[in-house]
């Protein structure tokens, strides 16, 4: 499933599979997995961290926090108060792990492990 993401370029508000930030990205697989249509927060630059915690604040209240990570899960990275990422829980080779985008990496799966270890605080959530 998620090999058709690997090659989407980072393109800040990119909300397709032209080219796609974090939000985009956790957006078109959220639809893909579950066929929910996610807002678009399309006037939210990746690099203002306050209107993505405000967005992510108000989106995230529409949902459950989840101890225990499942497909589709949306993740929240922050630090402090402040919302710095979103990825989604996706499954490769029989294992959980964590899509994401950004302008240097691209867009890569990283083991659960592996993606907790990069940031201070990672929060899922799901519906």
């Known amino acids: 499933m998620i090999e058709r993401y690997l090659a989407v370029p980072y393109v800040d508000y990119g909300r397709d599979i032209e080219g796609c930030d974090c939000w985009g990205l956790v957006r078109m697989v959220r639809q893909e997995l579950r066929g929910d249509v996610w807002p678009l927060y399309g006037g939210i630059h990746p690099d203002s961290k306050r209107q993505l915690t405000r967005a992510a604040q108000d989106f995230v209240a529409t949902l459950r926090d989840v101890a225990s990570p499942v497909e589709g899960a949306l993740v929240t990275t922050w630090r402090g108060v402040l ?20 302008r240097q990496m691209g867009v890569r799966w990283l083991s659960m492990g592996d993606f907790k270890r990069r940031y201070l605080t990672v929060r899922f959530h799901d519906n």
Do not use: A, S
């Open 83 to 102: 919302c710095l990422h979103v990825g989604i829980v996706v499954r490769c080779d029989g294992r959980l792990g964590v899509l994401e985008t950004g």
